[in-house]
């Protein structure tokens, strides 16, 4: 009972701070209501049991990228542009595209609702925490995955780097 | 129907996340929210991710989770070097002012 009204909880942070972030005319204040999805994110993973995802979650997510994003908000200076209109001209015909892609999804997920009714969860002789067995599998058989990933954060540092900076 | 939550309750919520996260990197003018836009994209298949995985207690899906992560903040990183670069050259940030290459 507790777990379900946590979740309406998270779910309630997730889908609100999202449209108040799609909707809000201040970036600062968009980046602020990404804050409040994010947490709300983090909450689910705390239910399902991830709890390294929810450590990475807060800390990367809400500690490194909205940080980064306020700093370029702070960077580009923004007034002019917070008095000009929020949405492009072809606002309609976007919305007209999201309107088929959340048909296309409810009706996948109508066509599929019976491959949802699952046995019950199969309780595996649990050794250990979450976190655990999460190393246990990442760096035994997702070891090379894993090294790739950090060739691609060095790239993505040397990158951006060179993107920002004004004479290389 | 609301109160067991089950694996069908997380994918509802991802979808709905997913949708609006289309919308506003659709409909936004300014590329800062449109990146934040694709950072609640990513967002929403992280939660289908671990929600699977708990449900069939396999680690893959919390490992395939870390993997988005890590390529979501390597994306912000790039994404937004760029729109110091473009900032920096153009005076601008909003998606439909960026017509160099219009016909």
Redesign the interface.
Same mark, same amino acid.
């Given at each position: 009972m507790v777990s379900a009204i946590l979740f309406y909880l998270f779910a309630l942070m997730i889908l609100g701070g999202a449209v108040l972030m799609v909707t809000r005319r201040n970036a600062v204040h968009a980046a602020l209501w990404l804050v409040v999805t994010l947490l709300g994110v983090a909450g689910v993973f705390l239910l399902r049991s991830a709890e390294f995802l929810f450590v990475v979650q807060i800390m990367l997510y809400i500690g490194g990228v909205v940080l980064l994003i306020l700093f370029v908000i702070m960077l580009v200076n923004l007034d002019a542009e917070a008095r000009q209109p929020r949405f492009h001209r072809q606002w309609l015909l976007a919305l007209a595209c999201a309107v088929v892609v959340g048909a296309e999804i409810v009706y996948v997920l109508l066509s599929g609702l019976e491959a949802f009714r699952l046995a019950p969860a199969v309780t595996a002789v649990q050794t250990g925490g979450s976190t655990e067995r999460l190393a246990d599998v990442l760096f035994s058989e997702y070891l090379l995955p894993f090294e790739i990933a950090s060739i691609l954060l060095l790239v993505a540092i040397v990158g951006s780097v060179v993107m920002a900076k004004k004479r290389i | 129907m609301?109160?067991?939550?089950?694996?069908?309750?997380?994918?509802?919520?991802s979808?709905?996340?997913? $949708?609006?996260?289309?919308?506003?990197f $659709?409909?936004?003018?300014?590329i800062?929210?449109i990146?934040?836009?694709i +950072?609640?994209i990513l967002?929403a298949v992280?939660?289908n991710l671990?929600?699977f995985? *708990?449900?069939?207690?396999a680690? +893959?899906g919390?490992?395939f989770?870390?993997?988005v992560?890590?390529?979501?903040?390597? *994306?912000?990183?790039?994404g937004?070097?760029?729109?110091?670069?473009l900032?920096?050259n153009r005076e601008?940030?909003?998606?439909?002012e960026i017509d160099l290459l219009k016909w």
């Open positions: - | 609301l109160y067991p939550i089950t694996t069908i309750h997380y994918v509802i919520l979808a709905a996340l997913l $949708l609006i996260g289309t919308v506003g $659709l409909t936004r003018r300014n800062v929210i990146l934040m836009s +950072e609640l967002n992280n939660i671990v929600a995985s *708990e449900r069939f207690q680690m +893959e919390q490992i989770a870390i993997f992560i890590a390529v979501a903040v390597a *994306e912000a990183a790039v937004l070097g760029i729109l110091i670069a900032f920096r601008t940030v909003a998606s439909d």
